[in-house]
C-alpha cells in the first residue's frame, strides 16, 4: 500500500516556498494516497528557539495546513513530539546510519555555520531522526523541496542498510516483503521512499538575491513572502525584489544567468499553474514595472484567503490541539505496532 508523509518545521512565518515547494503538493497528493502530514517540533529545537514562540508556530503552521486544504477528518496531521515512536526509531537508526554519511549532509555545514564545535548533536543527527519520521509510517513517497534531496537519499541508505543487516531476521519472524537491493534479494522491512520533487516550484529563491533559497529563517523580511503578509505587505516586496535592468525574455533560455528573474517567473507560472514558457510568451519584451504588479496581484489573489483562514483558525486554539490530539491517536496506530516490529527485529525485549 502506498502512504505519503511530509512534515514543516515550526520555526517561525511559513514562506511561499514552503507554500509552493511543500504544502500545494500535499494538497493534491490527498486526493490519490492515505497522507500523513506532521509539524517537526523535535526538528526544529536542533537549533535555540523560544519555547512560548515554538507552542505558537506549531499551532500556525497546523492552522496553515488546514487553510490550505489539507483535511484532517481523512488524513492525519499531528504534531511529531506527540507520537514518541519518532524518537525511539530514531535512536535505533542513529546506530544505523554511519557517520561518514551524516558528514556529507550539506544541510548540517550551512546551518552549523563557521563554529561547528558548537552546533547541537541534535542537528548533526537531524537526517536520521528525518528517516525515522517517514519510515515508522513506512511511507513510500514524501512530497518536498529541492533542498531535501540529499536528506532522502539518506533516508533511502539508512532503510537499505537496516533491510541488509537484518534481512534474516525479518525473515525468521515473518516480517516485511523480499526485494531486490542491485543484485540482492533481502527480506526488507522498510521500503525505499521515493522523494516526490515536482511542479514549477521546486526551489523558491529569495527576493533579494536569486542565489539563496527563500528562508523562513532569514534574517531579512524583505527576502520572503509570509503566508500572513498583508496584500500591501506583498505588493511592498515585489516591487522592492531585486531584478536586472533588461526587459522579461519571451524564451527559456533568455532566463540563464538572470537568477532573478527567473525565480519571479517561476512563483508567477506556479501561483497561476501556467508553464514559464506561457508566462515568457505573455509578458516577454516587457519591463519589470509591468510584470511586478501582475505577479503582486497572483499572490495576494492566492495567499490572501489563506491568511483569512489562518486567522479564524488561530482564533480557536482549543480546536487547533483537539486536531494535533486527535491526528496523534490516528498516528500512533501506525507507528506503535512498527516500532514493536523493530524492537522484535533489532533484538529489543519489550
Ligand atoms: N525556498 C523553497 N522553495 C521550495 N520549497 C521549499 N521548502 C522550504 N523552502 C523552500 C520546502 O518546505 C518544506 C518545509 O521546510 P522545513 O520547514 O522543514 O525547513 P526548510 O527546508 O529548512 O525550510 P526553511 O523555510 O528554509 O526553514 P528554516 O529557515 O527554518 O531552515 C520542505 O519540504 C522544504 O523542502
Not at 537568477?259 to 517567473?265: F, G
Request: one cysteine or more; hydrophobic letters at 40%.
Amino acid at each position: 500500500s502506498e502512504r505519503v508523509f511530509s512534515g514543516v518545521q515550526p520555526t517561525g512565518n511559513l514562506t511561499l516556498g514552503n507554500y509552493l515547494g511543500a504544502i500545494k503538493n500535499f494538497v493534491a497528493m490527498q486526493e490519490r494516497y492515505d497522507c500523513v502530514y506532521c509539524v517537526v517540533d523535535m526538528h526544529a529545537i536542533t537549533l535555540p528557539q523560544d519555547p512560548k514562540a515554538l507552542v505558537d508556530a506549531t499551532r500556525s503552521v497546523t492552522a496553515a495546513f488546514l487553510a490550505s486544504g489539507i483535511d484532517p477528518t481523512r488524513h492525519i496531521v499531528f504534531n511529531q513530539s506527540r507520537v514518541h515512536q519518532h524518537a525511539e526509531l530514531a535512536w535505533v537508526f542513529n546506530c544505523v546510519a554511519r557517520m561518514g554519511w551524516l558528514n556529507r549532509m550539506t544541510q548540517f555545514k550551512e546551518k552549523a555555520g563557521k563554529d561547528r564545535e558548537n552546533a547541537s548533536a541534535g542537528l548533526f543527527v537531524y537526517p536520521a531522526l528525518m528517516a525515522a519520521d517517514i519510515l515508522v509510517y513506512r511511507a513510500t513517497h514524501v512530497p518536498v523541496g529541492e533542498d531535501q534531496k540529499q536528506h532522502l537519499e539518506l533516508t533511502r541508505d539508512i532503510a537499505q542498510k537496516f533491510n541488509n543487516d537484518f534481512s534474516d531476521r525479518i525473515a525468521e519472524l515473518g516480517l516485511g516483503v523480499p526485494m531486490e537491493v542491485g543484485r540482492e534479494r533481502v527480506h526488507g522491512y522498510f521500503p525505499l521512499t521515493e522523494p516526490v520533487i515536482e511542479g514549477p516550484a521546486t526551489r523558491i529563491m529569495s527576493l533579494r538575491d536569486g542565489t539563496k533559497k527563500m528562508s523562513k529563517s532569514d534574517p531579512s523580511d524583505m527576502s520572503r513572502i509570509n503566508l500572513t503578509d498583508t496584500a500591501d505587505d506583498i505588493a511592498r516586496k515585489i516591487r522592492k525584489a531585486k531584478t536586472d535592468p533588461e526587459p522579461l525574455p519571451s524564451e527559456m533560455d533568455g532566463l540563464e544567468g538572470r537568477p532573478e528573474a527567473a525565480n519571479l517567473v517561476g512563483i508567477f507560472a506556479a501561483l497561476s499553474g501556467r508553464t514559464r514558457q506561457d508566462v515568457l510568451s505573455e509578458f516577454g519584451g516587457r519591463a519589470f514595472s509591468e510584470f511586478k504588479p501582475a505577479l503582486s496581484d497572483l499572490a495576494v489573489e492566492a495567499l490572501d484567503p489563506v491568511a483569512g483562514e489562518m486567522r479564524r483558525l488561530l482564533a480557536d486554539p482549543a480546536y487547533i490541539d483537539g486536531v494535533l490530539a486527535g491526528g496523534a491517536d490516528k498516528a500512533t496506530a501506525i507507528a506503535g505496532p512498527v516500532m514493536d516490529d523493530v524492537k522484535r527485529i533489532v533484538g529489543l525485549s519489550a
